[in-house]
């Protein structure tokens, strides 16, 4: 049985305004989700409401407006601790982004902690945010950044991890791993490596930008340092995200960004800084968007995230089995399971040719390496065409990729 009846899914679709437009007169196939998922009505209405009713800066004004704006901004905060089953409040960091919560951890807990000759242990198709912040934090204190390398699969080569652990590299200080790859979708045996570091006294990060939209994520039962996530994955506002941090962990960790805000006292003789989470949180925060994030997750637990772990289940073995007669065309990443990507390359054809004439027929694709380069190097391609699903994809959908593709194929490659 499907995870939705095609009434369902019709009904979610019709709450995506976006989903209405055309494009090149084609009706749009958005299938480019885990780049920026879409926002439904609900979303773009909070926002829009907040601007109208409540738009004043937050935590600085006694007057009603401000008030009522940091009650938005605060609320959203609590609905993000419970949404990951976080023990506080305090432990939910509100950022612009995934990248800059992985910043934010390099410069804090990175430039505290690691020491020459460390290593921090990656995997081979991390995105480029969970690589460079390390590489350059590594910059100043000696630390190295290593790969833990993947099967033909695109699975984690989970041998060659535990003998990265016990050291084959040099001493492990950080497990900085994604819990699903955005290049191919393979989802990561992520408790059991949080585990397995854990016991070697090995902190461990999260990047949890395509899982958190797309399966309940449960930071108790993860059981790790840090989680980061960006909010425009997830049918929220952009520039919003999340750095989860256990209390403890972040209590122990000076500030990175100073300015208004993350302070206790400032003089010239010297500063002290607020209490966490708000010691890094400098400046004036996203409200607006905020209120976005809040309504984007009463949407999401309202469709239910084990729905659309089943949904993203079902639309990955059907594009995989419709997308597999293709002639000439090969899918990386065939490791299951895997949530709501289909990575392909075509025999002879540049991803880049193929997604400008998907293009033309009204369906967004994303073409290229991804943000994830060494990935592309491993599988010996300059990059993939990548289709990504969220809970309102179709079969018809995948139908009409599926068609287009043909026709590249046919125009570009002569099969
Ligand atoms: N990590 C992964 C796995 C991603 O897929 C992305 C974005 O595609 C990022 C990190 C960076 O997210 P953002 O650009 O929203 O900061």
């Not at 193929?354 to 190097?377: K, N, S, W, Y």
């Amino acid at each position: 049985m499907s995870a939705f009846t095609p009434e369902e899914i019709q009904a979610l679709r019709s709450r995506f305004p976006i989903l209405g437009r055309t494009v090149h007169g084609k009706p749009l196939v958005y299938l480019d989700n885990a780049a920026t998922s879409q926002m439904p009505n609900s979303v773009i209405e909070a926002v829009r409401e907040f601007d109208r009713t409540k738009h004043a800066n937050v935590h600085r004004g006694v007057h009603q407006l401000s008030q009522e704006a940091t009650d938005v901004h605060e609320g959203s905060r609590d609905r993000l601790a419970k949404f990951l089953n976080a023990r506080r409040r305090e432990e939910i960091v509100l950022t612009r982004g995934c990248t800059e919560s992985i910043n934010l951890v390099a410069n804090t807990w990175g430039r505290q902690n690691l020491r020459s000759k460390d290593v921090v242990l990656v995997s081979q198709i991390e995105h480029h945010a969970n690589i460079v912040p390390w590489q350059l934090i590594g910059n100043q204190t000696g630390s190295t950044v290593v790969p833990i390398p993947v099967l033909d699969d695109t699975s984690l080569d989970q041998d060659a991890f535990l003998k990265l652990l016990e050291g084959a590299a040099g001493p492990v200080k950080l497990l900085a791993i994604q819990h699903v790859s955005n290049a191919f979708g393979t989802i990561h045996p992520v408790v059991e490596m949080i585990r397995l570091a854990r016991a070697r006294g090995i902190a461990t990060l999260v990047d949890g930008a395509q899982s958190v939209p797309h399966f309940a994520v449960d930071v108790q039962a993860l059981d790790c340092d840090f989680l980061v996530f960006s909010g425009h994955k997830m049918h929220a506002p952009t520039g919003t995200g999340v750095l989860y941090g256990k209390f403890e962990v972040l209590d122990a960790l000076g500030p990175w960004q100073g300015g208004g805000d993350m302070i206790d006292k400032v003089s010239f003789s010297g500063t002290t800084f607020h209490e966490v989470p708000y010691r890094f949180e400098a400046g004036t925060p996203n409200f607006t968007a905020a209120a976005g994030f809040t309504a984007a997750l009463d949407f999401l637990e309202e469709v239910g995230m084990e729905k659309i772990h089943d949904r993203d289940t079902e639309l990955v073995a059907y594009a995989h089995q419709e997308l597999s007669t293709v002639p000439g065309l090969k899918i990386l990443g065939t490791h299951l399971p895997k949530a709501g990507v289909v990575s392909f390359v075509l025999d002879g054809i540049h991803p880049y040719d193929a997604g400008m004439f998907l293009d033309q027929m009204g369906i967004a694709v994303r073409t290229g390496h991804h943000c994830a380069q060494p990935a592309m190097e491993r599988f010996g391609v300059p990059g993939t065409i990548r289709a990504s699903f969220a809970m309102f994809t179709t079969e018809t959908e995948i139908d009409t990729l599926v068609e287009g593709v043909r026709r590249v194929n046919k125009i570009l490659g002569g099969r």
